[in-house]
């Protein structure tokens, strides 16, 4: 531990700034980790069958409660919404599904942006330490004593190497966690958008009239026999 922070120290204000970042990645990552592995996580198949199969059974009732009891996940909550809908006409149902979808989806992507300027931002931290070092570096060799000078230089390029490093050191993991955490999200995403679809049209279709022979043709139907008149009795 007395290496690691005398490491620190060798790199300057720069490097205590790059450690900053990377409090703030670790803090990022096990914030976003949490949220779409474990609370946003779900069987999102066997949560769909469920809630089919009491719509198509007409319990609309069971399966709000049935959302309402997971309403803290976003597609469970998107559901909900639809769901309160579901006696309304077709227009309002699909508007049901884009006010779901705006709603629940944000809450996917949120703050996970944050991880790649963090990483940006550390790789370029360890870029404005090399500046400094070097700079320091020039400076000893155009005015320090020549007793000094040797030691000024290592000095200066010691900065230089250090804050590069611990730069790097920190934007790697942070890029290799936001491309993990990235792919989780957009498979949620695509799960949620196909399954509130899939809702959309399952109840949609439930207004559709019976195919009927009637309903189908309509301007077809057998006319009936007409009645033919009697026939007069013949004079005899």
Not at 91 to 118: C, G, V, W
Not at 168 to 186: D, E, G, K, W, Y
Not at 193 to 206: G, V
Request: net charge neutral; proline share 5%; aromatic share 8%.
């Amino acid at each position: 531990m007395t290496a690691f922070f005398n490491f620190i120290n060798d790199a300057g204000a720069v490097g205590w700034v790059i450690m900053l970042t990377a409090v703030g990645s670790l803090v990022l990552i096990a914030e976003r980790a949490k949220v779409l592995f474990k609370d946003y996580g779900m069987n999102t198949d066997e949560f769909m069958s469920k809630v089919q199969n009491l719509v198509l059974a007409k319990k609309l009732d069971e399966a709000l409660l049935l959302c309402a009891q997971l309403e803290k996940k976003p597609m469970a909550a998107a559901f909900k919404t639809i769901l309160e809908k579901a006696d309304r006409d077709d227009d309002t149902i699909f508007q049901a599904h884009d006010i779901a979808l705006s709603e629940n989806i944000p809450l996917y992507t949120k703050r996970l942006h944050y991880l790649s300027m963090l990483a940006n931002v550390a790789t370029l931290l360890g870029l404005l330490g090399t500046i400094h070092g070097l700079i320091l570096s020039f400076q000893a060799v155009a005015s320090a004593d020549p007793a000094q000078k040797q030691a000024l230089l290592a000095s200066g390029i010691s900065v230089s190497m250090y804050t590069t490093a611990l730069g790097l050191a920190v934007a790697i993991p942070a890029m290799v966690f936001f491309s993990f955490l990235t792919s989780r999200q957009n498979q949620l995403i695509e799960e949620t958008q196909e399954k509130c679809s899939k809702l959309t049209e399952l109840l949609t279709s439930a207004h559709i009239p019976n195919l009927t022979r009637q309903n189908v043709f309509p301007d077809h139907m057998p006319t009936p026999p007409t009645a033919t008149p009697p026939s007069s009795p013949k004079a005899s």
